[in-house]
């Protein structure tokens, strides 16, 4: 394995944990044992474990925008971008534990702040276009604000993810953001817009 390819499999092992048990509980012996290296071969990448969780974050930031970026271009409409979007959250939700978040929020505040960043410009952005182009589909509110409701849109989705909100004991993240999605969604659409709503809900059951 060239020497490139140790450090994304380090990094790969290493989100695979984070995902499923939060990063504070998981130590480095841990993840060097899941990647099946050695603990110093981890250290002749990442001076420490603070280095690793940024990279891992970074990476799977870039691989958001990509994943965004794609349904933007596959979508038939803004409505259908949404429903993509749906289906990529829940994807990653299978194997999420909202320990993530928090665990970044208090132990990691240099790289949380990043992942804030990254909400409040690049997710804020892709949202606005979504519905500036849904008015022009004549499929949102044509008397919505746009940047109001990005922003809206986004405490959304990461309000599902707040144990002080929702208990994760009670409700699966899935189901959470399956109701906060058709809740907003149907909120900000258009008469048209709820048809089609409608229509793709209709078909996402059918093939479930």
């Known amino acids: 394995m060239c020497f ?14 984070f995902f499923r048990h939060g990063i504070r509980s998981i130590t480095m012996d841990e993840i060097a044992s899941q990647a099946g290296v050695s603990k110093k071969t981890i250290y002749q990448w990442f001076v420490d474990k603070d280095e690793l969780v940024e990279a891992v974050i970074n990476k799977e930031l870039k691989k958001d925008e990509q994943e965004c970026h794609q349904c933007r271009k596959e979508a038939k409409n803004a409505i259908h971008e949404c429903f993509l979007a749906l289906d990529m959250v829940q994807d990653m939700l299978k194997t999420m534990n909202p320990l993530i ?22 997710m804020v952005n892709i949202k606005k276009d979504n519905l500036i182009r849904g008015i022009k589909e004549d499929l949102y509110r044509s008397d919505i604000q746009a940047d109001i409701v990005a922003r809206a849109a986004l405490e959304n989705v990461f ?20 109701e906060l999605f058709y809740f907003f969604l149907y909120g900000i659409a258009s008469t048209k817009g709820h048809k089609m709503i409608y229509e793709y809900r209709k078909q996402r059951l059918k093939n479930k």
């Open 159 to 178: 309000m599902g993810f707040d144990p002080d909100v929702f208990s994760h004991n009670k409700y699966s993240l899935n189901v959470i953001q399956q």
């Open 101 to 122: 978040i928090y665990d970044l929020q208090r132990y990691y505040p240099r790289v949380y702040k990043k992942f804030k960043d990254h909400k409040n410009t690049f």
């Open 4 to 17: 490139m390819k140790i450090k994304d499999h380090i990094q790969n092992e290493a989100i695979g944990l």
